[in-house]
């Protein structure tokens, strides 16, 4: 009976060391839906931390090609040896040029899969009914149904669609909510809507829901961060802005996001919580970004 009791404590004590090695009880699978192939970079920090610390998945959904995104490829000329600012010739190279940028900021921060939805993308517009004209909404819908179906994602990040935000990405949003909706609530990942502040003295973006897309409403005063501003290593000189740095830096093609992303205070990802998720979503949502706050590199 003694031994009994001994081995029994020891099994107590083991198991509470060994669970402070595993925050989580499970390895969290997270799918990106994102327009255009750099969006993802907003979500960057995070997803390495999914991937790389807390030995998760993250695959990525991406609507359109970027091949609109030519206006901003003049840099990019002098990497690739084609003129990608005229419209003829960087519609017609962007595709797989943005591909390769995208699978290459991917294999940084450990993206597993990618789904191509190849929507066109046709011009720089606001309005989201636009794309969901233009676009085959209906096929992106099913396949998201059946991609969310079949691999059972722990949470769906999405762009937070707020009025000012380009039409694409709010569309992207729409559509994997309206995908989300249609699965059986006891199916269905967590949905967060992310976008970024630069800096602690930056307030962030007010937001309530898309008007008319009421899929898109948030819980209100809640909200999800991860600092990029976090340090680690040696003297602590190191922080998580370095790896969004080196994912924007393989979309050559393109620009605008590297100065976007700027900021002296640098990024913090923030993620919005839909109504349509659950209670119980919440509460896994809160020790999600507990661990995702303090996991740090060995």
Not at 35 to 62: I, N, Q, Y
Not at 202 to 227: A, R
Request: with cysteine; hydrophobic share 40%.
């Amino acid at each position: 009976m003694k031994k009994l009791f001994i081995c029994f404590l020891f099994w107590l004590i083991c198991g509470s060391v060994f669970a402070q090695d595993a925050p989580l009880d499970y390895k969290p699978k997270v799918l990106l839906v994102t327009a255009h192939p750099d969006d993802d970079a907003l979500f960057s920090a995070t997803v390495f931390k999914t991937t790389k610390l807390l030995g998760g998945v993250v695959d990525l959904a991406l609507m359109t090609n970027g091949e609109g995104g030519y206006k901003y490829s003049t840099l990019g000329n002098y990497i690739y040896g084609r003129e990608l600012d005229t419209e003829e010739i960087g519609r017609a190279y962007l595709p797989g040029i943005r591909k390769k940028e995208l699978m290459a900021g991917g294999d940084i921060v450990g993206i597993r899969n990618y789904f191509f939805f190849d929507q066109k993308d046709f011009y720089y517009t606001l309005d989201v009914e636009e794309a969901l004209t233009k676009w085959d909404t209906e096929m992106i819908v099913d396949r998201l149904m059946g991609i969310m179906h079949e691999e059972e994602y722990d949470f769906l990040f999405l762009m937070l669609p707020f009025e000012e935000f380009h039409g694409h990405h709010k569309a992207a949003t729409v559509l994997a909510l309206r995908a989300l909706k249609q699965l059986p609530e006891e199916n269905r990942p967590i949905a967060l809507e992310a976008f970024v502040r630069r800096g602690e003295e930056d307030s962030g973006i007010e937001f309530t829901m898309l008007e008319e897309h009421p899929s898109t409403k948030v819980m209100p005063d809640v909200t999800f961060e991860f600092n990029r501003n976090q340090t680690f290593g040696h003297n602590n000189r190191l922080n998580y802005n370095i790896i969004a740095n080196w994912v924007i830096a393989e979309h050559k093609s393109q620009g605008t996001m590297q100065l976007l992303m700027q900021s002296n205070n640098g990024i913090i990802e923030q993620y919005w919580f839909p109504s349509l998720n659950t209670e119980k979503g919440l509460a896994k949502t809160k020790a999600f970004f507990e661990v995702i706050n303090t996991a740090q590199p060995d």
